[in-house]
């Protein structure tokens, strides 16, 4: 028996047995209610029944096996069990003993056509089985050898896919980690930045810079004027103490170089300090002279400016106040060295006020009202 011819015998048989087991609940169901109103499509169902049947013997045509001989006395003895539901159905008198015993009846038929299908099924795979042996063993040895060979390989390629995915699997947990963490360094990062910014913006006032931007506006106005003092002209004034009596020597390019201590600048109102700081301010700055010069002095450690004009005429009284220098001077540090504010927020042996360590937690100040000491520790 082909496979087609097999799956058709198997569908037939299956519809023939729900066939009579629908029957059989219609059945049941007419006797409990005492009614005739599904007599009609019980009968239809038992008309379904005997086509199924009729389909069945087509199927199994003679010549037949002596496994289909034994389905078709099976399938016969369905419907000889459909055929005496119907007579019993014309008598309406059908008991409950009796529905039991022809539900019974049916049951133990389906399990003897499903069991009778999975033997010629089995039987046949077995069949299909030896005879693809004995294909195999009538091929020469080099078409033997061509097939285990390309079965072989078939089960490398198989072994490299599974290997593949594993590896992209691996590839693709590794890449979603390292994005992972990657984006929590980002926030971690943001929220850093966020402190830090309220701590400058704690610590800075209005009128910071406001002396030096009004300076700044007339320096450049003078040229070179103030060259002199980092040694670029002759012609620096007669009565001062930046070049030393002796020698000659620019007395304030050596405090820059290896000085220590305070450069002391003094002279009339008006005369041209705060002009002077900020021309020397300016040549602080990259590929100055003033900065080369002060490199020589720091080496080996960085150089970092910081600046603050006082002004006794200013209307805010940080401009004036000492107050007002470290605040300034403390803005300047903490803005240049994020490194910084990292150390005050993990300090541990109580070097950092309270009052700047309290600007860099989450629910901290936004503005404080500073202290000398604080600012100066």
């Keep these: 028996m082909d496979p087609v011819t097999a799956l058709g015998l198997a569908c037939n048989v299956v519809t023939l047995v729900e066939h009579g087991i629908e029957a059989a609940a219609v059945c049941k169901e007419l006797y409990e209610r005492g009614s005739l109103d599904e007599n009609n499509i019980i009968e239809r169902y038992a008309d379904s029944l005997t086509a199924a049947n009729n389909d069945l013997q087509a199927v199994l045509k003679p010549p037949a096996t002596t496994r289909a001989n034994r389905l078709r006395k099976i399938a016969e003895d ?25 539900t019974n009846t049916l049951e133990k038929q389906e399990a003897a056509l499903q069991s009778g299908l999975l033997k010629e099924l ?39 896919i599974e290997t593949s995915i594993k590896a992209t699997g691996a590839s693709i947990t590794e890449r979603l980690d390292h994005h992972h963490c990657a984006q929590t360094s980002y926030l971690q990062d943001q929220q850093r930045d966020a402190l830090r910014v309220r701590l400058l913006d704690a610590l800075a006032f209005p009128e910071m810079n406001e002396r030096r931007n009004m300076i700044e506006q007339r320096v450049s106005d003078f040229g070179s004027t103030y060259g002199w003092v980092f040694g670029h002209s002759d012609d620096a004034p007669d009565e001062d103490h930046f070049f030393d009596s002796n020698s000659h020597v620019n007395a304030f390019v050596q405090w820059l170089r290896s000085g220590q201590g305070l450069f002391w600048v003094s002279g009339e109102p008006g005369s041209g300090k ?22 020589e002095w720091a080496r080996p450690q960085p150089v970092r400016v910081l600046s603050f004009w006082f002004f006794r005429p200013a209307t805010g009284a940080l401009l004036k106040s000492l107050q007002g220098l470290w605040r300034s001077l403390c803005f300047q540090i903490l803005n240049q060295n994020e490194k910084l504010v990292e150390e005050i927020r993990n300090d541990d042996d109580g070097s950092a006020p309270n009052s700047l360590k309290s600007c860099l937690t989450r629910f901290g100040s936004r503005a404080q009202t500073w202290t000398d000491t604080d600012l100066r520790s």
């Design 78 to 102: 369905a419907s000889k069990a459909a055929a005496e539901l119907k007579t019993e159905l014309n008598k309406l008198k059908l008991s409950k003993r009796d529905h039991r015993q022809a």
């Design 122 to 160: 089995y039987i046949k795979a077995g069949q299909d089985d030896l005879a693809r042996r004995k294909e195999f063993k009538a091929l020469d040895q080099a078409q033997r050898d061509t097939i285990v060979h390309v079965l072989a390989r078939l089960q490398l390629a198989s072994s490299d």
């Design 274 to 295: 705060s002009s002077l700081m900020d021309y020397i301010y300016q040549n602080l700055h990259t590929q100055s002279p003033g900065l080369t010069m002060l490199t």
